[in-house]
């Protein structure tokens, strides 16, 4: 079956000639108009199955990297390839943090454009085989340790896997990860050796892969050992959490704190950020030091979202205080219950199989139902936004606590 590659530009003589080239490819089927950048996403949005998408950013980039970013995020069918006559490094990496899987450089070196086509082609055909529909990868990341983001990553699996939904828990603290500690169960296969195998992976190989913990959430663990964590590249991640997306409903992946390229593929992949901190004022200058990060590598902003791990009812430290200090509202608080929650650790269980009742445990049943809530109304997030005055970029969109129960 020919993929089809739909363009979007406009005035673009480039893309009329990558049209012209495309159409002697056999593989290919190229829509006879180009999409103006006010009509792409309508046009993408009627279409089925894998698409390629080309956008030509040089009418409007900025404009035409708001359009890729909505695609990304709501369209995952849609694999991007972006094209300019500007070749500088900010321009690339630019289009890379919007979604583009490919960047042609004008004017065009047609073996090179015929080779970024073949690759997500290929791409395309190695995943066609299992679903045509993608899972919503979610990652749950904090840059300070002790927040408590690996319990997060877990409970929130288990509650998904609770709601009958297919679960893979992906361990991505390559050194030294703990999921499998926490959960009490021990991996015959990791990280590694599903990186190794890529190019073979079929639903037979992917399931003995990963390890079953009772939840019914199926865990990809951290490599055996340490210096083995060198040997995985941000490309294996960046294939993984595709073949991943591709057999479950939802990918949960607990990320390392370093900012590196690592985590800028996950942060870039994922279509939900949970970052993760606590109502301290250390944790909290580290949490404002990652939004002012996350603001200069031009992730994605309207798919983060703030948690208040252990949160504590203070005069001293309101919610508002906290909002404020980060120009960010509050998404979801979760309870102090070290009690709980250590108990459940000490068990290898959920905390809402240790103890179903307790109040954190409703609490992640609570987050949960918020992070369903978010990909089944995509457009929740900006009717839940008020006025602000002075909360800085992440303060514009970021959703209004109104699910935190107080």
Request: glycine content about 6%.
């Amino acid at each position: 079956m020919k993929i089809p590659i739909c363009l979007i530009g406009e005035d673009s003589l480039a893309l009329a000639a990558l049209k012209q080239q495309l159409d002697k490819d056999a593989a290919f089927s190229v829509e006879g108009r180009a999409y103006a950048y006010g009509d792409a996403f309508e046009g993408l949005r009627n279409k089925s199955g894998p698409i390629i998408a080309v956008i030509d950013l040089n009418q409007d980039p900025q404009r035409a990297f708001g359009i890729a970013e909505e695609i990304k995020f709501k369209l995952p069918s849609v694999r991007l390839i972006m094209t300019s006559n500007s070749g500088a490094p900010d321009t690339i990496l630019r289009a890379m943090r919007s979604g583009a899987e490919e960047f042609l450089p004008q004017p065009f070196n047609w073996p090179e454009v015929l080779n970024s086509f073949e690759a997500i082609r290929r791409k395309i055909d190695n995943h066609a085989p299992r679903t045509a529909e993608r899972g919503h990868i979610v990652a749950v990341s904090s840059n300070k340790g002790g927040v408590g983001s690996t319990t997060i990553a877990t409970n929130l699996a288990s509650s998904l896997a609770g709601q009958r939904k297919s679960v893979c828990l992906v361990d991505l603290v390559l050194q030294f990860g703990s999921v499998t500690s926490f959960l009490n169960i021990e991996a015959s296969y990791t990280i590694l050796d599903l990186a190794k195998n890529l190019k073979r992976i079929d639903p037979l190989f992917l399931d003995g892969s990963l390890v079953k913990h009772a939840s019914g959430v199926r865990v990809l663990a951290e490599p055996f050992y340490a210096e083995d964590a060198r040997r995985i590249t941000p490309a294996d991640i960046d294939e993984t959490l595709d073949v991943l997306a591709q057999s479950f409903d939802f990918v949960v992946v607990d990320t390392p704190k370093e900012f590196d390229d690592m985590l800028t593929v996950v942060l870039d992949k994922a279509n939900l950020i949970l970052f993760v901190t606590e109502m301290d004022v250390p944790s909290l200058k580290s949490a404002h030091r990652a939004f002012e990060m996350f603001e200069r590598m031009g992730i994605y902003e309207k798919k983060i979202r703030l948690i208040l791990n252990r949160h504590v009812k203070s005069k001293l430290m309101t919610l508002e205080s906290v909002e404020k200090a980060l120009g960010a509202r509050v998404f979801w608080t979760l309870p102090n219950n070290y009690p709980v929650a250590i108990a459940a650790v000490n068990q290898g269980l959920s905390i809402q199989e240790c103890d179903p009742r307790s109040d954190i445990a409703k609490s992640y049943s609570g987050l949960c139902a918020a992070v369903l809530n978010v990909f089944a109304t995509p457009g929740v997030a900006r009717r839940e936004e008020r006025e602000e005055t002075g909360a800085g970029l992440f303060g514009r969109w970021m959703p209004v606590r109104g699910l935190i129960k107080e």
